[in-house]
């Protein structure tokens, strides 16, 4: 298929998304408590629960999380100060409380050393990463996935650390000044559609690598383009996620 093809191929998918025929009027992230979009509190929600969103309903996950803030009893473990002032069994009980943390010794441990850098690096307060790296969003994933990785455990996944960015682009009051590196979170559902549009071949979605094939490639084929690889995104998902409607 040539590169022509594949892009006709996008724009009528894209077509698809915005009539609403992939599904997906409610997003995974939609289930939150309606913050300040600008608040340490808001940035703080849609952070720590996206380091735990990896093989589980995402749906789901957000809800547990909605749940946990909303419960006075738990809403604490989304205060970084107050989290590394508990002891780990209490932390540990407000996490599986609601089913955020699945794995419960492993992804508590996970939240607990997030909260830990936040205060180390931030003083508890997350928006200054943002700040410090002037809204960029390269500058932001070197210091993330390349200069501090064991700082941000699954935070600092291709998968996640990508999400998570745009999650935060969504949900907050944060704008990038290069949104065109901001790449296509290559989950599953993303890694599947791009296959079934022909982006990657079948050897390169067994590949070990075919995460970052998937990015290079969204870069590669939207460059020149109207659209960022991000913004393919949620129309993958959906699209994948809902049986792969066919295409007009």
């Given at each position: ?12 998918l ?122 960029d ?21 291709n998968?996640?650390?990508?999400y ?57 084929v ?27």
């Amino acid at each position: 298929m040539s590169k022509q093809q594949i892009l006709e191929k996008i724009e009528r998918l894209i077509e698809m998304y915005q009539k609403g025929e992939l599904g997906g009027e409610v997003m995974p992230e939609d289930s939150n408590p309606n913050l300040q979009k600008s608040s340490l509190e808001n940035y703080i929600y849609f952070t720590l629960p996206m380091a735990l969103n990896y093989q589980r309903n995402s749906y789901k996950l957000w809800e547990s999380a909605s749940k946990t803030y909303e419960d006075k009893e738990t809403n604490f473990v989304f205060c970084p100060k107050k989290v590394l002032q508990t002891d780990f069994d209490k932390v540990q009980s407000a996490l599986i409380k609601y089913k955020v943390a699945l794995q419960k010794q492993k992804q508590t441990e996970i939240w607990i050393t997030l909260c830990n850098t936040f205060m180390e690096l931030f003083q508890g307060d997350i928006r200054k990463l943002f700040d410090e790296m002037n809204n960029d969003v390269e500058k932001i994933r070197n210091f993330i996935q390349i200069q501090n990785k064991k700082k941000f455990p699954y935070l600092s996944g291709n998968k996640i650390c990508n999400y998570w960015l745009y999650v935060i682009y969504q949900y907050t009051d944060r704008n990038y000044i290069n949104m065109g590196q901001l790449t296509v979170a290559p989950d599953t559902h993303v890694c599947q559609a791009t296959y079934k549009l022909g982006l990657i071949t079948a050897d390169q979605m067994k590949s070990s690598k075919v995460q970052t094939i998937v990015m290079e490639n969204w870069k590669e084929v939207l460059k020149h383009t109207k659209y960022n690889p991000i913004d393919m995104h949620t129309p993958l998902w959906l699209w994948s996620r809902n049986g792969f409607k066919e295409i007009k």
